[in-house]
C-alpha cells in the first residue's frame, strides 16, 4: 500500500472529467487500497480518482462502519427534498462550504469486481456520495457554493 499526493485546488486537474474504467484488474486493486489509506491518513469521509490524479471514474468513501468502492456511478434519482449543509472537500483545505443536495439518492455502480451495485442512501452518506460524484464530472463545491443570502435563516 502506498499513501497517494492528494491533488490541491486549485489544479487543473480537478476542473477534469473522468473515464469509465473497463479493467477490473490487480492495478484497480491497488489503486482501491492506496486511495482508502490515503483518505484515512488525510482523515477525510470521501476521496475521488481526479483527487490523486486519477482520471477515472471511481470514488471510495468511509462513514462510521460503511466502507464502499463506487466504480462508473450513475445517479439515478436525486430526491427532490433538499437540504443545505457545510462541506469540506481534502482538495480544499481548511474551508467549510455551504451546499444544497438531495437528502437521498439511488445510484447503480459496479464494485471493485465490477458487479453492478444499487445503493440507496440518505442524510450524510447521500452527501457524500453527491460530493464525490461531482469529483468525477469536475465540479467542487466552490461551484455549488450556496449565497449567503440564501443562508438567511439557517
Ligand atoms: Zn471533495
Redesign the pocket.
Known sequence: MARLVVVQYPNPILKQQTKEITVFDERLKVLISDMFETMKANAGL?L?GP?VGVLEKIFVLKYKRKKMVIINPVIDVFSEKKEIGEEG????PNRQVYVKRSVSVEMTAQNENGKVIKIKEKALMARILQ??FD?LNGV??LDREVPSYELDGL
Open positions: 470521501g475521488a483527487q472537500c481534502l482538495s480544499i460530493h464525490e469529483h467542487l463545491i
